[in-house]
């Protein structure tokens, strides 16, 4: 009797649902919304519907405004992550595989990680200017730490054997660190790349408020001074489009850089 209880809330945890389940709860959502708005229980200027929102995005998207800010803010966050994730990816590599570096670099970025990076955009400006070095940097800076953490966390975790039998087939350190260290540790690496997308979208917005004539979030802050809320909600869902369209990349090529993780 015990064992099929158990063996039924194991299926109860392993079960899973259809996709067209996360579409309908999706509508569902948006036909709530739209009810409310039109009954006009909330105030179009503090939350318009989905359908005035859309209207808006489209005027927006014809009109160019959308691909001039989304062109600026596009070449600001990749140049920002790439820099990012090349840095925080050596980092991470040589501190984990050398002792030295361990001791001289952990300490340095566990100290400087908790410190909100969006405080030190005043500093990078006075530093280097208004201009698109300060925004790239501080970008750079928001996906340095996850990347090289959980770099650096991957690499440590790396089975010891697999490294034995490397070293009882003479294989030299580079070979190791190429053949055995690197592909074992591209889970965590691509973990920490994901975490490194979310945190450069939060922090090209904010740094684009700040200090930015254009960008998506130079467009949400305008239209908020405006209170033009439904402008300001086809921002919000351009940046939103924008993360899943980073986080479906990330995981394309996290299947083809690890084909048996799946």
């Not at 579409?23 to 009810?35: K, N, R, T």
């Not at 945190?199 to 405006?226: C, F, K, N, P, R």
Request: with cysteine; proline share 5%; charged share 10%.
């Amino acid at each position: 009797m015990n064992e099929f209880k158990i063996t039924d809330k194991m299926h109860s945890w392993q079960k899973t649902y259809p996709a067209w389940v996360s579409v309908a709860s999706v509508i569902v959502l948006l036909v709530i919304w739209e009810l409310i708005c039109r009954s006009g229980v909330v105030s179009s200027l503090f939350l318009p519907s989905p359908t005035d929102i859309l209207s808006a995005l489209w005027l927006m998207l014809t009109g160019g405004e959308i691909s001039t800010s989304l062109a600026a803010s596009m070449y600001r966050i990749a140049l920002g992550f790439v820099l990012g994730s090349v840095i925080g990816l050596a980092v991470g590599l040589f501190t984990g595989t050398s002792a030295l570096i361990d001791r001289i670099g952990s300490p340095i970025v566990n100290a400087l990680y908790p410190i909100p990076k969006i405080a030190l955009l005043p500093l990078f400006i006075l530093w280097l200017g208004i201009g698109e070095l300060s925004k790239v940097t501080i970008i750079a800076l928001g996906v340095f730490f996850p990347v090289a953490m959980n770099t650096y966390s991957g690499v440590k975790n790396v089975d010891p054997l697999l490294i034995k039998v490397a070293v009882s087939f003479n294989a030299t350190r580079w070979m190791t660190l190429k053949k055995v260290v690197l592909p074992a540790a591209l889970p965590m690496i691509f973990a920490g790349l994901r975490l490194a997308a979310g945190t450069s979208l939060l922090l090209l917005v904010a740094a684009e408020m700040i200090a930015a004539q254009e960008g998506i979030g130079a467009l949400i802050l305008h239209y908020g001074d405006l209170m033009i809320t439904d402008r300001l909600m086809a921002g919000v869902i351009v940046l939103s489009l924008l993360g899943l369209v980073f986080n479906l990349l990330l995981q394309w090529a996290e299947n083809r850089a690890i084909p048996w993780n799946k």
